[in-house]
């Protein structure tokens, strides 16, 4: 990270933050194409500070997000998590049914707790029906599995990279702090606001076709320098993290699916 930062003062490795802005802006416009060619991006955000701007924020935008516990092979074994998925989807028909009354009362409360549990860990990613084009992580040390599994699919990684973290494995680098409550909610939004912008553009391109052209709201880069002299001002940082101990039991086999094909790489 030595690239990114401006100076060492007490011990503590400060940011570039004019080097930041640059890395946003790149990120941006490489996360706008995305969402305006219709794919999805991921965020994985699992640590305590991050959990609820990350659901609240990307949820807006309709894109799928993890902030449960990573469950291992979620990418290099989709198929098998697309098929607990259906089990989750299953057990809510299951639920409408009358057949529902015909159960006993431990066998609902089983069923229950199993549908409760998979909705938990997985319920964020209901609609993804295949392969993520891109991740956006949110400490890149804490999603390390994710991150190897991004690697070995070839699928683009966008992260916020702390001064104490290896940026060599990130394909869009953010260099952040990524324990600061503030910062997380600065750059998931900007992220977001761009995402928003391509899906604007989406939607307008399509109806151009049908004789309608609204004007989609425009992403501007003046709205990073100014939200970026609210990070440079600060507040009290967060560092508690809180891990997230979740069995995993994952069922069906690995055979895949018509509708789980991988998405192609990022194009800029």
Same mark, same amino acid.
């Given at each position: ?36 060619? $219709? ?72 069923? $229950? ?84 912008? $391509? ?64 998405? $192609?790489?990022?194009?800029?």
């Amino acid at each position: 990270m030595a690239p990114y930062i401006f100076m060492e003062k007490n011990g503590i490795h400060l940011i570039d933050l004019q080097k930041t802005i640059v890395k946003i802006e790149e990120a941006a416009s490489a996360i706008k194409q995305i969402a305006k060619s $219709g794919r999805k991006v991921l965020f994985v955000a699992t640590k305590k500070q991050a959990k609820e701007i990350v659901a609240e924020a990307v949820g807006q935008v309709n894109m799928p997000y993890v902030v449960e516990r990573w469950p291992g092979g979620m990418l290099t074994n989709f198929p098998t998590i697309r098929k607990a998925v259906k089990k989750m989807i299953s057990i809510d028909k299951m639920m409408k049914d009358a057949s529902w009354d015909n159960l006993s009362k431990r066998e609902k409360l089983q069923i $229950g707790r199993q549908r409760a549990k998979l909705e938990k860990i997985l319920g964020s990613i209901a609609d993804l029906t295949r392969l993520p084009a891109a991740l956006f992580i949110v400490d890149v040390m804490k999603e390390k599995i994710a991150v190897r599994e991004a690697q070995r699919l070839g699928i683009p990684v966008f992260a916020m990279v702390d001064t104490n973290s290896d940026p060599e494995a990130i394909d869009f680098v953010i260099p952040a702090n990524d324990d600061a409550s503030q910062s997380i909610r600065l750059v998931i939004r900007l992220m977001c606001e761009a995402i928003a912008e $391509g899906l604007n553009e989406r939607k307008a391109e399509r109806d151009k076709e049908d004789g309608d052209e609204p004007a989609p709201k425009r992403f501007r880069k003046g709205d990073i320098k100014k939200s970026a002299a609210k990070f440079v001002e600060g507040e009290e940082e967060d560092k508690e993290e809180e891990e997230v101990d979740i069995d995993d039991d994952e069922e069906g086999s690995d055979e895949p699916d018509e509708d789980d094909e991988e998405a $192609g790489k990022t194009e800029e």
